[in-house]
Every structure is written in C-alpha cells, then in structure tokens.
C-alpha cells in the first residue's frame, strides 16, 4: 500500500473465505484501498477500468478468467500452474510466479504497476494473444486437424 499510493485493489466474487477476507482488510485498515465487490453480474465494467488482472489461485485448470482478462488487453499477474503454463507466456502477455512465492508476486506486481511503458507493452501483447482463441482460429485449427 505504500509502494503504490494511487492504487486500489479490487476484488470480484463470492465464495467461502469472503468474511475472512473481509475481517482482514478491516484489520489491517485497508478499506480504503481494497474493495470487495462481492458477485458480478456484468463483469464487462471491471474489466474495462482495471489496468492489471491478477490470479492468485495456485491450482487452475483452464482458467476463463485468464481468457477474458487477455480478451480485455489486461497483463496477467499468476502463479506457475497448469492453466498460466498454458496461457501466459513470462514477460510477453503477462508474469508469473513459483507457487506461494509471494515476494516475487508482490514484485510482479509493483514492477507492472510502476512502469507504465511495460505495463502497456504487455497489455497490447495479452491483446495480441487472446486472438488465437477466437472461435475462428478454433475452428481453423480443427479444420487443420481433421481435414489435414
């Protein structure tokens, strides 16, 4: 919070550690500067207003969310899984961290949201990547393996 003043934290969903979550934030007196938004039916606006997406699940198989944030020209900030392996490429769409090393996520982190040309750099790639998973590259790619 004090690296990155003029940034908020918000996070979209719902589920079983939400009071934990919430009881959290109250604590360390972050209120402020990180909301829960709780369930979104139109996820389209969040997408459209945040400058980074950020995954901090530690097992994803294929995650959509990751498909959606690349859609939206978004750098994606994860850990090494199954479904980042398979989507984000380090230092091209997005960064990626070993599973729980969070110093080095924090770091990914902070490095997009302070440099503002790697960020957009980044962003313009995520963009970029998110078109081989238009549902016409599918189908040429099936076409190409089943009429090959």
């Avoid at 997406?53 to 969310?65: C, D, H, N, T, W």
Wanted: glycine residues 6%.
């Amino acid at each position: 919070k004090n690296e990155i003043v003029d940034w908020n934290l918000e996070i979209a969903g719902d589920g079983e550690e939400y009071d934990n979550l919430s009881n959290l934030i109250r604590k360390l007196k972050l209120e402020k500067r990180v909301i829960l938004l709780g369930e979104i039916s139109n996820i389209d606006s969040i997408y459209k207003k945040a400058s980074i997406f950020s995954l901090a699940s530690v097992f994803e198989g294929m995650p959509m969310v990751i498909l959606e944030a690349l859609e939206y020209g978004l750098p994606v900030v994860g850990f090494k899984n199954d479904g980042t392996d398979f989507l984000i490429e380090s230092n091209y769409n997005g960064l990626k961290s070993e599973i729980y090393d969070f110093e080095h996520f924090k770091s990914n982190l902070l490095l997009l949201a302070k440099n503002e040309k790697r960020r957009n750099m980044i962003a313009k790639n995520a963009k970029d990547s998110a078109k081989k998973f238009h549902k016409s590259e599918l189908i040429k790619r099936w076409d190409d393996i089943l009429f090959c």
